[in-house]
């Protein structure tokens, strides 16, 4: 079985305050991972801009797709320059502007603590129940919905960690992800699908993607996680969208 790109790695583009490292992997370092690893492609996915302590700067964007370009050139792998952006609303606002997306190649959402919220409203209704892990079916209800406006307001292809610090319910989300052709991470380190959530997921028809989140270049690849869950609940190989072939996303045109 072979994995075709690992479509979730931060580079040092993700960086704290006073330049502290979240991630310590160079665009050129992450790609000639890829490349010793077998795969074919990469994308760089940093966290979103209104991610306050490790957000992706604007200014940055056009550098990046520049060392991008020329590690391509250097490795011969292909890579994408997608972020992980943020859910910053109950109303499904998410971290991007229509220009932003046109200078991305693909998108993963995910829930972050440390994302601002939209409006000091959302921050009480919507980033501060989260931040206190309240699950309550209000706090469920109000999620999922979040996630499904996103999905229908922006081009999203993958979610990240689903359910990963902001509870949702995993059936409603799952068919709403088929409508709107988005897949459901099976990321490196946290997977929170039960048993039950799982099956049903995939008796749905569901589309995953597995992928690292790697903070570091040799995190890049790093798979297991993703690949013994696969396994372990039958989850068939045309469910998954980035083995042995090139996943279909919303942006991005191959060249
Ligand atoms: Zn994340
Ligand atoms: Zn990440």
């Keep these: 079985m072979v994995i075709w790109g690992d479509y979730h790695t931060h580079t040092i583009y993700s960086s704290g305050p006073h330049n502290a490292k979240h ?11 890829a490349k010793e690893k077998g795969l ?15 957000g992706v ?9 520049r060392e991008i370009e020329e590690a391509k050139k250097k490795t011969g792998i292909d890579i994408l320059l997608g972020i992980e952006a943020n ?3 109950s109303d499904g606002d998410v ?5 932003d997306i046109k200078n991305l190649d693909f998108i993963i959402v995910g ?10 409203r959302e921050f009480f209704k919507f980033r501060l129940p989260n931040m206190l ?8 209800r109000r999620n999922t919905l979040a996630v499904m406006k996103a999905m229908d307001k922006y081009p999203i292809d993958v979610i990240s960690h689903p359910g990963a610090h902001m509870p949702i319910d995993f059936e409603a989300v799952g068919r709403h992800a088929i409508k709107t052709n ?3 991470e099976l990321n490196g380190k946290r997977i929170l699908y039960s048993k039950e959530d799982i099956k049903k997921l995939v008796e749905m028809g569901v589309k995953f993607m597995i992928n690292s989140d790697a903070h570091s270049k040799d995190g890049v690849g790093e798979v297991n996680n993703g690949v013994n869950f696969m396994f372990k609940y039958d989850i068939p190989h045309s469910q998954v969208a980035n083995i042995e072939n090139f996943p279909n996303f919303k942006n991005y045109k191959k060249g």
């Design 111 to 120: 829930f972050h603590n440390f994302a601002k919220a939209k409006s000091l």
């Design 95 to 99: 971290d991007l502007t229509e220009e």
């Design 57 to 65: 700067k604007r200014k940055n964007i056009n550098k990046m797709r």
């Design 23 to 33: 991630a310590t992997g160079t665009i050129l370092e992450n790609a000639m991972v």
């Design 182 to 184: 988005t897949h459901l």
């Design 40 to 54: 074919k492609q990469i994308a760089i996915t940093e966290h979103g801009f209104d991610h306050k302590l490790y």
């Design 133 to 140: 892990n309240l699950r309550r079916k209000k706090d469920i």
């Design 87 to 89: 859910f910053i609303s």
